[in-house]
Nanobody, 116 residues
Framework: QVQLVESGGGLVRPGGSLRLSCAASGNRGSISTMGWYRQAPGKERELVAVFRGSDSSYYTDSVKGRFTISKNNANNTVYLQMNSLKPEDTAVYYC??????????WGQGTQVTVSS
């Protein structure tokens, strides 16, 4: 079993920044992707940014140039640096790890609210 614990959400004004952290623990297998998804009220959960394989990163178009995903392999933590935040970035952000063969783990989620 794998545990993913997110932290770093909160309330921020438009144009502000937040940094999310996701600490992974437990019996981890072969990881295919690890990263961040989000779900806004009334909308489906969407991919935000993930690592595919060891170091290849992918971002959804709406966050390119504003968000940066990074990781620290020594402490099994993935980060999401979010800059130039917009009200439409408001959502619950979830950490996700997908392992071979098709095992999917989710964190509990952390709320990000962008409002003046």
């Amino acid at each position: 079993q794998v545990q993913l614990v997110e932290s770093g959400g909160g309330l921020v004004r438009p144009g502000g920044s937040l940094r999310l952290s996701c600490a992974a623990s437990g019996n981890r297998g072969s990881i295919s992707t690890m990263g961040w998804y989000r779900q806004a009220p009334g909308k489906e959960r969407e991919l935000v940014a993930v690592f595919r394989g060891s170091d290849s990163s992918y971002y959804t178009d709406s966050v390119k140039g504003r968000f940066t995903i990074s990781k620290n392999n020594a402490n099994n933590t993935v980060y999401l640096q979010m800059n130039s935040l917009k009200p439409e970035d408001t959502a619950v952000y979830y950490c996700n790890e997908q392992e071979v063969p098709g095992i999917n783990y989710w964190g509990q989620g952390t709320q990000v609210t962008v409002s003046s």
